[in-house]
């Protein structure tokens, strides 16, 4: 920019001056043309704006005035305080929780710790990393500064509120062989890490949502969005080599859009009434189910019961029938007539008729009910002698 001369020469103070201390020069005339000024003076003011800056001593020159005069060591004295100005500027300082990632020309030559290191300024940069400090990352509700809802697709083409955030900072883990530290990372890799983890957050968590119905995500599917959102998050950060640790995903519990939530609120009422009808219905069936299986079981059992003394009957009968056969192969008539008396005494056992034998005595003296005329005297038995001629 042009020169102007800063002093107020409103008033009778003498001539204009130039940039260099001097009045420029005219062409005598007083026209007031500008001509560059002299070497020599300027050489002149600039040795005296010297002796003013280190003064020396006092010279006896004429008119009594006092003089500097600029010392053979007073160069070497300005140099040594310009370079230790140099030196203490390179000191600083990194927190109890940050981390200080140095660069040589804009390149990354390490990371410092807490506590006071020194840089060569000019040469090197330090870049404070808080590498303990948690942040956050709030998407939907009234703190995202998008309104009150933070719609999002179903996998049944329903639509759902959901408000999250997402707790971050920058990981301490140890890098691997030949990558930068996840400080350094955080440095260089990403350029605003808040816009980021904000975005990806928001693609993880429509990506997660869109994979679901829309019942195990207002139910009780929350604990499983969240997880799966977090790794999701985790995953993308991984890629662009942000040097982020994903802490945790906070969601509040997802709802319908206030224009039908009333309609869904209907919707959830019926379904709680089907599961109490189920549930209902159930309880019923553990009832009934158990106790006619308890039935069947005896009936089973009972047939299994009879069978077994049928068929012990059976086997007793032909056992039986066997051993009768050999007797009766040993000596035929004597078990014929056995065979014959136990007969008749089964068939005529419980009658009341009377086999009178034609070689008994004649008249009513052989068969006299004695037992009946006894009081309370049971009925005779039948007095039955065989007849094997017939």
Do not use: C
């Not at 040795?47 to 009594?64: D, E, M, T, V, Y």
């Not at 985790?234 to 942000?242: G, K, T």
């Amino acid at each position: 920019m042009p020169w102007s001369d800063n002093s107020n020469n409103s008033g009778n103070r003498g001539p204009t001056r130039g940039p260099w201390g001097q009045p420029p020069k005219n062409d005598g005339d007083g026209g007031g043309r500008g001509e560059p000024p002299d070497l020599e003076e300027l050489l002149q003011a600039s040795r005296q704006r010297l002796k003013r800056a280190f003064p020396r001593g006092r010279s006896g020159g004429g008119g009594g005035g006092r003089g500097f005069n600029l010392g053979p060591r007073a160069i070497p004295a300005a140099i040594v305080g310009l370079v230790a100005f140099w030196l203490l500027s390179g000191v600083y300082q990194v927190g109890p929780q940050e981390e200080g990632v140095q660069t040589t020309f804009g390149k990354y030559t390490g990371v410092s710790g807490p506590g006071l290191h020194w840089r060569a300024p000019v040469i090197q940069r330090v870049y404070k990393v808080p590498v303990d400090k948690q942040q956050h990352a709030t998407l939907g509700g009234s703190a995202s500064g998008r309104g009150g809802e933070n719609l999002m697709l179903t996998s049944d083409r329903n639509i759902v509120d959901v408000n999250f955030t997402v707790d971050w900072k920058i990981d301490r883990s140890p890098p691997k062989q030949g990558e930068m530290p996840n400080a350094a990372k955080f440095i260089f890799n990403i350029e605003n890490p808040a816009a980021m983890v904000t975005a990806v957050s928001e693609a993880a968590m429509r990506e997660t949502i869109g994979a679901k119905p829309l019942e195990p995500i207002i139910t009780s599917g929350q604990a499983d969005i969240v997880e799966q959102t977090r790794q999701r998050i985790q995953e993308v950060l991984d890629q662009y080599n942000s040097g982020i640790e994903v802490l945790r995903v906070n969601m509040d519990k997802p709802d319908v859009p206030g224009a039908v939530r009333d309609a869904f609120a209907d919707v959830i009422k019926a379904r709680n009434e089907k599961t109490q009808t189920i549930n209902e219905a159930q309880r019923d069936a553990n009832q009934i189910i158990p106790v006619a299986e308890g039935d069947a079981q005896k009936i089973v059992q009972d047939a299994q019961a009879y069978a077994a003394q049928i068929e012990a009957e059976a086997v007793g009968e032909a056992d039986r029938f066997n051993k009768v056969y050999d007797e009766y192969r040993r000596a035929k008539d004597v078990t014929k007539r056995r065979m014959y008396l136990e007969t008749m005494e089964k068939v005529l056992g419980d009658t009341n008729k009377v086999v009178v034998d034609d070689g008994a005595a004649s008249g009513v003296v052989p068969y006299l009910p004695l037992e009946k005329l006894q009081p309370g005297g049971s009925q005779p038995k039948a007095k039955t002698e065989a007849n094997p001629n017939g």
